[in-house]
Structure formats: C-alpha cells, structure tokens
C-alpha cells in the first residue's frame, strides 16, 4: 500500500501518512519564462529583466486553473517580495488564505533564482518582423497595439519604478491614469489622503515624470 494512503492509528488519532507532507518546489522552464509549482499553488514568472537592481517579472500565481494574483516586482530585493506576499494575501479569497501561507519569501527568491539560471531567449529573424511592422505602422495603430496590451498597467509601473521611484508602483500608476482621463469626456477625480510626508507629491511627480 502506497505510503499516502497508509493509516495508523497513534495514541488514538488516526493519520495519513505523506498525505499533507510539504513537496518540494517544482520548476520548469517556458517559452517565455519560469514556472514554479507547490502543491496545487502555481507562480509563472514572465517578462522577465535582468537590471542593475536584479532579477523583475511579472509573477502570477495561480490556485489550480483560477488567477489569484499578478504584480511585477523586484525579486532580488527583500521589501517588494514581503509587499508582494502580503498584497497577495489580503485580496485572495478568504478560502484561499490558509493555504496562502505556503507561498513564502522563500518561494520567491527560488523563482528568482531559476528566472536567473533560464538563458536568454534568442531573437531570430521571425520575431523581429512582428515589431517591425508595428514601428511601420501609423500611430493610431501602434496606439491600438498598446491598449490591447493585458499588461499595459504592469509595463507602466515597471516604467515608473525604473525612473527612480521605489515605493509600491501601483500608487503613482493609479495617479497617472486619473491624468491621462483628462482626455475623456468625463475626467477622474482622484485624491490622495495621508499622512505629512507619506509621499503624496512624490507619487504625483513620478506619474507627471511619463507625460
């Protein structure tokens, strides 16, 4: 009888055997980038950027076929994983949460590591000329290639991380959509609340830094 369905009974409690034991991570390689599996956890690290800060991606993590979380970040730096955790735990389903905890810090410097060891992709000859018919393209085409774009907002914060902010991206993100609505008919209205010093005019700065 295979290990995880053997029982045995100690000091009256029954237990499986191997049936809750912690497996160890499993990475693999994809065309564009890394995947790390725990248990029925899944972290996909993509658009990946080796910079003089260290190792970026796009990382998603997925419950079984369900979409829990995505964010770009730093994985070589302490404060953006623990800012990554954290952010993923507070908007993941509540049934989800106590199994959240098995994604750790460890994981993540894991997945850097691996983003680190993938070599990189050779740009062949087929792969330039989807780009290079959107560099001919007029503007409103290469406008539109844009906004189809499903990770426009997550390019945004990496652009705006790489002009020198360090905070949480999504802060001066938020600050440049609301002024590129001026262009709309009805403009948003944001307002940002905090405290002395918290970085407001900063977050501002750094959303104007891209107009």
Not at 14 to 20: C, M, Y
Not at 178 to 198: D, G, K
């Amino acid at each position: 009888m295979r290990a995880r369905n053997h029982l045995r009974v100690k000091k009256g409690v029954r237990i499986r055997i191997g049936a809750d034991q912690p497996r160890e991570p499993r990475c693999s390689w994809t065309p564009t980038g890394v995947t790390l599996t725990v248990g029925r956890w899944r972290l996909t690290a993509e658009d990946l950027h080796r910079t003089r800060s260290g190792q970026t991606a796009t990382v998603s993590v997925h419950y079984g076929e369900e979409l829990c979380y995505r964010e770009h970040l730093n994985l070589d730096r302490a404060r953006p994983r623990q800012q990554f955790l954290a952010n993923f735990v507070r908007i993941c389903r509540p049934p989800l949460r106590p199994h959240a905890q098995r994604l750790t810090e460890t994981i993540l410097i894991r997945l850097g590591d691996e983003c680190r060891r993938r070599p990189e992709t050779q740009v062949s000859a087929m792969t330039l000329r989807p780009a290079q018919r959107v560099l001919d393209a007029t503007p409103e085409a290469r406008v539109r290639v844009l906004l189809d774009d499903p990770y426009l907002l997550l390019k945004l914060g990496r652009a705006i991380m790489e002009n020198g902010w360090a905070g949480d991206s999504r802060i001066p993100t938020l600050a440049y959509v609301a002024l590129t609505s001026r262009l709309l008919e009805r403009p948003m209205n944001l307002t940002f609340v905090a405290t002395p010093s918290a970085g407001k005019n900063a977050a501002l700065d750094a959303a104007l830094a891209l107009g």
